[in-house]
Every structure is written in structure tokens, then in C-alpha cells.
């Protein structure tokens, strides 16, 4: 049990398709994060919560859409993406005062996005 | 913005000896924390071990130790006894406030 439980595993989509990624986690933590990871690149911020509030937002596409309806769950709603959306997605968490994590981050396992 | 290098893209080590892994990083705050993370095949990034900047005292976990430089905005990682498990990409990452930057990791090999 990690803590932080992400969902596919494994997704592959279509450019017209619609479809939702779902992380949560048992931590207790009051922050969530999503991140983009592609090979050779830095981790890559996307977003951000606080006690459900969305405190940060990384100029991501609006074909990403963020989802926070408890302190627990997060959702990435997906829909029509380009195939150099293809990527590694990480969720996080941490416990701090507005997204703090001094004591660093959670993550889960991710969830390997192909766009065909 | 902070920047965070990590120059070797892969490394490799022979099991039991040990292997320093280098990270830089660039920031103007005073105040800040320095993490370590192992992501293995499996996917999940691990926190391996965290530095706090205003403490001089190097931080250590088990095997794993870092020397944190902070003039030289230096901090490497030191793994003793290498162990088959060790084998993983390796991210440095640096915290001021809400902002995370990550390396672009490192990909450890252990040779048996």
C-alpha cells in the first residue's frame, strides 16, 4: 500500500476520445499535485491543490481538466489531446499549509497516457 | 526561477561498492530544502533522503548520505554497499515554498 493509489495504470486514447485519470490517497495529506513526466525532461507541474482548492495552475492546455471534490481524490479529465501529451502522469501529495511540502511530496505509481 | 542540474544522465556502479551521484542547483532564496528521490521500473518515486538548508549537518539514511555544499549549490548523493535494489533513475529536487524543481535524473545501473 503506497498511500497514494493512481488509476489506469495504463491508458491508451484516441485523439477524440474522452477519459478521466483518478488518484487518491489515504495520507491524510491536505495537498494534491498532478505532474507531467516525459523522458529527459524535468518533472513537470500541472497542478495544484489545497483543501480542494485549486491554488496553482501551470498554463496547461484546457484539454486538461482538473478535478478536486475532496481533500482525498483527484481527478485528470482528459479530452481531445495531441499525440506529445503521450507522457507519464504523477500524482502527489503532502501535508503543509497551502501546498507546502517542505517534507516533500508522495507520489503514486502514474498512469502511462498513449495518444494514438 | 530555481534550476536544478543533474549532469550524468546514466551511471553504474558494481554491487557493494559505492557511487556518488552529482546534483547543482540555483536559487537566490536563504531559505529552501534539497531532496533525493529513486523512481525503480515500478514507477513510484520514493523520497530517499532530504536536506534541510539551513542545517550544515549532512543528512544520512542507512546508505545513503549526501554532501551538501551550499556556497557551491552543490548536492550529491553517496550510496555505500550497492545493492541490486538500487538500481533506478534518481531525481534531485529542490523546495522554496510551494515551488518544486526537479532534475532530469540519473539512471543508475548495478552491475552484479
Known amino acids: 500500500e503506497t498511500g497514494v493509489t493512481q488509476t489506469p495504470r495504463h491508458l491508451v486514447m484516441g485523439m477524440t476520445n474522452k477519459k478521466s485519470l483518478k488518484c487518491e490517497q489515504h495520507l491524510g495529506h491536505n495537498a494534491m499535485y498532478w505532474y507531467k513526466q516525459s523522458a529527459k525532461k524535468p518533472l513537470e507541474l500541472m497542478f495544484v491543490y489545497s483543501l480542494e482548492e485549486r491554488v496553482e495552475n501551470n498554463s496547461v492546455p484546457s484539454r486538461f481538466s482538473p478535478e478536486c471534490p475532496n481533500s482525498s481524490h483527484l481527478f485528470l479529465h482528459l479530452h481531445t489531446l495531441q499525440p506529445e501529451d503521450s507522457a507519464l502522469y504523477l500524482c502527489?501529495?503532502?501535508?503543509?499549509?497551502?501546498?507546502?511540502?517542505?517534507?516533500?511530496?508522495?507520489f503514486g505509481s502514474g498512469t502511462r497516457l498513449t495518444v494514438v | 526561477a530555481q534550476t536544478v542540474t543533474q549532469s550524468q544522465p546514466e551511471m553504474s556502479v558494481q554491487e557493494a561498492e559505492t557511487v556518488t551521484l552529482s546534483c547543482t542547483y540555483d536559487t537566490s532564496e536563504s531559505d529552501y530544502y534539497l531532496f533525493w528521490y529513486k523512481q525503480p521500473p515500478s514507477r513510484q518515486m520514493i523520497l530517499v533522503i532530504r536536506?534541510?538548508?539551513?542545517?550544515?549537518q549532512n543528512a544520512t539514511e542507512n546508505r545513503f548520505s549526501v554532501n551538501f555544499q551550499k556556497a557551491a549549490k552543490s548536492f550529491s548523493l553517496k550510496i555505500s554497499d550497492s545493492q541490486l535494489g538500487d538500481a533506478a533513475m534518481y531525481f534531485c529536487?529542490?523546495?522554496?515554498?510551494?515551488?518544486?524543481?526537479f532534475g532530469t535524473g540519473t539512471s543508475l545501473t548495478v552491475i552484479p
Open positions: 536536506q534541510e538548508a539551513y542545517k550544515q
Open positions: 502527489a501529495s503532502s501535508q503543509g499549509r497551502r501546498g507546502n511540502p517542505n517534507y516533500g511530496y508522495t
Open positions: 529536487a529542490s523546495n522554496t515554498g510551494n515551488q518544486f524543481y
